[in-house]
Structures are given as structure tokens and as C-alpha cells.
């Protein structure tokens, strides 16, 4: 059954409409006025209420001369925006995925994370960041770039109204060194102190609770105040969003499942404690 709201692609076509806009410092009405395009047709277009036609995507790049990389991208998102689960494959090309992660991040009411390798993206301090993106091979330039993003994204959990973020994590990411001793001393002991506060739930799963189905990988549910819930799954050279409710409710199922499997809040911050040492 397909949802009846925003789609993954929807909103990261949104989202890029927005930001190519502000980035040359055109106000809606502006481009409004230069396009003749009804204002009510391109704000909703930019807050992915409606679909925009892809000739009118393509109008509105062509007038704010964006270049072609960016055009080919977002005219992508145009063509599939209406396809209720999106796949984006090309890892060249990071801000189409990366624009819908953070589109979502800043919309969602709360966050869902499981993470069985490695401590997720929103709690990790910059130094577990760029050891990670160093270890991916990643050039030094786009390295720097990626760790300016993610810290950015991470605002969303102490902005005025935060984000509710539950984290469930593997011991053995815990237990895993991403750096050396001192990064990861550095890290759990910033677990610690992101556990404690209100909006966020850090559980960990012990690592010997035998096979899980969560062992096959990480995922991130997204829950919105009105809109249907997106699953993100994320692997090296791909990421797939799925916003089909049948897909939403085995990744539900799977949430109680790793939930029955966490040590509970004080007992994981115990287990953090005793790594740090």
C-alpha cells in the first residue's frame, strides 16, 4: 500500500529547490515574479507539498544558472519523486541521499536507530567522525566537507523543540576502536552524557544474545508528526529509503524486537561506564 504523504524523493527534491534558491540569494517572490509561476504552486513545491513538474524543475535550475552536476541530480529527483521507496546508488554523487537524510532529520518528531557496527552518525564526536571517513578512503577535501555536515545535522537534537532520538546499539560497536584508545575513550564518554539527557535514549544490545535479525544491518525509522514514517538502510555504495507501509511495519517489528533484546537505559550506562576504562 503506498503512503499518502511525501515520498523520500519528494523531499529531498524539495529541500534541494529550497537550498539552490537561497544559495543565489533569490527570494521566492523574486523568482516568483521572473518565472511567472503561481507563488502558492512554487511554495509548496519547495516545502514538498505538491509534485512540480519536471519541465518546471528544469525552468527554475536553467534560471539560476545552476550548474550541471547539480541540474542532473536534481532532475533525477524530479523524474522518481512520486515513487513511494527511493534508491540512490551513486556514491559520487552524495547530496542527493544526503539531502533527503537531512530533510528527514529535520522534520521527524522522533528517530530510530539501530546501529550494530559502528556508533550512529548523530551521537558520534568529530574525532570518531573523521577517523571513520579517513578509513573509508575518502579524500581528504570531501572528508572535511562530510564531517561539516554531519556535526550540523546533530543540532537537531538540542535545538528549542529536539528531536526524540533512540538509539540502540550493538556492543560490539562499542567495543570496536574507531581511531585509537583516547577517540574512543572520548566517545563513549560522550554516549554517557547524550544518554542523560531528556530527548535522547542510548540502549545497548549485549553481544552475546546470540543470532538477531538486526545482525543483517542498520537502519534509521524516521517518525514525522503527520506524515507516513521513512525506513533509511545504508550500505557502502548505497541507500535506500522505503516508505511503504508494509516495509515500515516489519522495521517496526523489528524495533520491539532489539527493544526485548537492550539492556535497559541505567544498566547500557553501566556497560558504557565500563568500556570507558
Known sequence: ???????????????????????????????VRALEIDPRLLSQWELGLRVPPVEEVARILGYLRVDRATTERILFLATHAKEPNWLDSNPADLPAALTAVMQCERTASQITNWSPLVIPGLLQTPDYAR?????SEIKPAEADARLVVRLERQRILSRRNPVRLQAIISELAIREVVGNEDIMSDQIDHLLTS???????????????????????????????????????????ASAFLN?????????????????????????QALLREAAR
Not at 2 to 20: D, F, Q
Open 244 to 268: 511503504e507501509l508494509e516495509a515500515i511495519s516489519g522495521y517496526r517489528k523489528l524495533v520491539k524486537l532489539l527493544q526485548g533484546k537492550a539492556l535497559a537505559e541505567d544498566a547500557s
Open 131 to 135: 577517523a571513520l571517513l579517513t578509513a
Open 1 to 31: 500500500m503506498k503512503p499518502t504523504s511525501s515520498s523520500p524523493g519528494l523531499r529531498a527534491l524539495s529541500a534541494s529547490l529550497r537550498e539552490v534558491r537561497e544559495a543565489r540569494k533569490f527570494g521566492l517572490r523574486e523568482l
Open 195 to 237: 544518554a542523560v539527557t531528556s530527548n535522547i535514549s542510548v540502549r545497548v544490545v549485549p553481544a552475546d544474545v546470540g543470532y538477531h535479525h538486526g545482525k543483517l544491518g542498520m537502519f534509521t525509522l524516521y517518525d514525522f508528526p503527520t506524515d507516513p514514517s521513512i525506513v533509511l538502510l545504508e550500505h557502502v555504495y
